[in-house]
């Protein structure tokens, strides 16, 4: 079951519905849809429910209990490499294991409002804010495109089978206006998450063999430009967002 873990408590669907602010007009994608429990759901409350399985077994029950719901659509296969039809809101309870790639592609998409359902401990990282034990490269790079907040908590006994940890409602929205203005985005992601690598060394200690790899510069060069960096003294792990994004332009130009 590609370490899928199925909440089996209907009584959190109508919260997911309420936070997204579901209407009757809106296209939801569930991606990980599993059995269907979700999807049924959803398709009394909203226009469309796209409707995606990788699992071959699973989609073939998911096919047999949405066969007469003639407005869900399944997809067979892996949600970030099959053609998705157009979705203006997400509510998924993904697998775990692909919930980093899966926020990303989200990210990049930038539906109007977004649930998910995530394993604590990744929410946590999702949310965080500088100073925090869990800031990482997700928390920089998912607040550059979207507003992030965490709402309840799902215990583990909730799902079947029952995972090791307990798990965490996220809502995503993104910005009106973006709060950083990042020149080279990628560029930007890929710093980023290199840095947090070396999260606890200083920023030129981290930087200069990442200017190495990227730019292809001497070690010399990059030791010289890392440390002509503004915060090249401070810590990876207590840099802003905003210091990323002034770092990141600086490289960038």
Not at 143 to 148: G, L, S, V
Not at 150 to 179: G, Y
Request: charged residues 25%; positive net charge.
């Amino acid at each position: 079951m590609l370490g899928q873990n199925f909440l089996v408590a209907p009584s959190v669907y109508p919260k997911l519905a309420a936070y997204a602010s579901l209407t009757e007009t809106d296209v939801v994608l569930d991606a990980g849809a599993g059995f269907g429990f979700l999807t049924r759901f959803l398709a009394t409350k909203c226009r469309q429910v796209i409707a995606v399985e990788k699992d071959p077994k699973i989609a073939g029950v998911l096919r047999q209990q949405t066969q007469t719901i003639s407005n869900v659509t399944l997809i067979e296969g892996d949600v970030l490499k099959v053609a998705v039809p157009k979705f203006n809101k997400v509510i998924s309870i993904p697998p775990y294991y692909l919930s980093s790639a899966f926020v990303l592609w989200l990210l990049d998409r930038a539906p109007e409002c977004t649930l998910l359902i995530l394993q604590k401990e990744f929410a946590l990282r999702l949310g965080a804010n500088v100073g925090d034990e869990s800031y990482s490269w997700l928390s920089v790079v998912a607040r550059y495109r979207a507003k992030i907040d965490l709402l309840d908590n799902i215990p583990k006994w909730m799902f079947h089978p029952q995972p090791e940890v307990d798990s965490t409602v996220v809502r995503l929205k993104p910005w009106l206006a973006l709060p950083l203005k990042v020149n080279d985005e990628a560029f930007f992601r890929r710093l980023v998450r290199w840095l947090f690598t070396q999260r606890n060394k200083k920023l030129a200690n981290a930087l200069a063999p990442f200017l190495r790899t990227e730019r292809k510069l001497d070690k010399s060069v990059a030791e010289k430009i890392a440390c002509s960096i503004p915060l090249h003294e401070k810590r990876v792990r207590d840099l802003s967002p905003e210091n990323f994004e002034a770092i990141a332009n600086a490289l960038a130009n």
